[in-house]
């Protein structure tokens, strides 16, 4: 018969909950409103530090792989393989993307690699070293590469590309010491301005163009790249068999990338290109980035749990010693330890959850679309604040948790002591 009084717990929870409930509302609503704002407040803080600080770190590596996606790759990016100089059946594959209704839009690229020279009239002597550098260079479509990649929204010297012109290049920031600081001089271009001549080998055909435009992107891909109009680089690369070397697309809204990936996979271009979404293209060492700054964001948010943590543990305890002669009589008519540690279990309850609703009206009401329109100017990218509402629930269950704790623990301690002495108020 040992579980009788088991029973008899489990049959009383009800009523202990109850009065509990009752006692903590009594006491909530006589708290002077100055000390219950001071409360949420602190309480509104902690939401905020464990949510914000993570979504912060973790937002800054996601700036760059969004910027990636908009900038460069789009929803799906087809790329040369390895084996290969260019993607085989390109008319074709273009013609498909064309006809796709998923396919929003998307620009067709022709990439190679060779050497720019600047400066070479002012050389004066031939013993003189060349202000020359190995770069990427690629043709493309200037207003579907706008629609696409917004690439002339990057041109901050000069003016963007004008299809069919001829002679004119715009050139990525990387690759000029104005722009790219500290890089080694091996790797840039000396003091190149918009209207100078600089001087392009391209499968050993030289051509002297004009720099139209200087553009300046947080991408490497697009600011360490020469950009003609694609009809002349045809001609210098002799790419007159029109196989491209890149294909970024833009899909509709709500289509998922697997769906162009499977697609063009029915075609049979898995075998003759890579086709990759977004994140798949990037570099590995971005989503490494990524998952350590996941950590270190978690790291500083338990640090503030810990604090909230404390700040509740303090703020019922104290609560509990003021009202220790009244905890004394409740227990002296009858009143149960565990209808009093369950009251302020409530009362913190009350004051997190309160906490936690201002807190995620600021934070998705307020602060996560802000910063996605005004994006944080890091060095390497436009952070954002990523906070999911999945990773947010868990952290909003986790202060909820040490919320439970932190509230009973103070109050389990006042009504362990001497019933008479709580009274008498020793």
Do not use: C, H
Not at 82 to 102: A, D, F
Not at 351 to 380: H, K, Q, S, T
């Amino acid at each position: 018969m040992k579980w009788l009084p088991s029973l008899r717990r489990i049959k009383d929870f009800p009523l202990i909950v109850s009065v509990g409930f009752f006692l903590a509302v009594r006491q909530i609503t006589r708290t002077t409103i100055w000390t219950t704002v001071l409360i949420v407040f602190v309480m509104i803080l902690t939401f905020l530090n464990l949510v914000v600080v993570g979504g912060i770190l973790v937002g800054l590596v996601e700036g760059v792989s969004l910027g990636f996606q908009k900038y460069y790759t789009g929803d799906v990016l087809v790329s040369t393989l390895p084996t290969k100089r260019y993607i085989e059946q390109s008319p074709e594959l273009l013609s498909i993307l064309e006809n796709t209704p998923e396919v929003a839009f998307f620009t067709a690229r022709y990439v190679e690699s060779g050497q720019a020279e600047a400066n070479y009239r002012e050389r004066r002597r031939t013993s003189d070293l060349p202000d020359r550098i190995g770069a990427t260079f690629a043709g493309i479509d200037p207003e579907k590469e706008q629609r696409v990649t917004r690439l002339g929204d990057f041109v901050i010297e000069g003016e963007y590309l004008e299809n069919d012109e001829e002679g004119f290049v715009i050139i990525g920031g990387d690759l000029i010491d104005t722009y790219a600081q500290g890089t080694p001089e091996a790797f840039v271009l000396n003091g190149v301005e918009v209207g100078d001549k600089i001087r392009t080998t391209i499968n050993g055909i030289e051509k002297e163009v004009t720099v139209k435009g200087i553009l300046d992107s947080k991408i490497n891909e697009v600011n360490l790249r020469i950009y003609f109009n694609e009809r002349e680089f045809r001609k210098l690369a002799g790419r007159d068999d029109l196989n491209i070397d890149e294909v970024a697309i833009t899909l509709q809204s709500g289509v998922p990338p697997e769906n162009i990936k499977n697609l063009l996979g029915a075609f049979g271009y898995q075998e003759e290109a890579l086709i990759r979404d977004s994140k798949e293209a990037q570099p590995d060492f971005i989503q490494e980035i990524a998952l350590t700054f996941s950590i270190l964001g978690s790291v500083i948010g338990s640090i503030g749990l810990v604090v909230a943590s404390i700040t509740i543990f303090i703020v019922i305890f104290v609560n509990a010693i003021t009202r220790k002669k009244f905890i004394g009589i409740l227990k002296a008519i009858g009143v149960r330890a565990s209808v009093i540690e369950v009251s302020y279990v409530f009362q913190a309850l009350f004051y997190a959850v309160i906490g936690i609703i201002f807190g995620l009206i600021i934070l998705y009401g307020f602060l996560e679309p802000y910063v996605m329109d005004n994006p944080i100017n890091f060095p390497f990218s436009d952070g954002i604040l990523f906070v999911p509402f999945s990773g947010t629930a868990i952290r909003i269950a986790i202060l909820l948790m040490a919320t439970i704790i932190a509230g009973f623990i103070p109050a389990r301690l006042i009504t362990r002591g001497n019933t008479l002495d709580a009274v008498l108020g020793r």
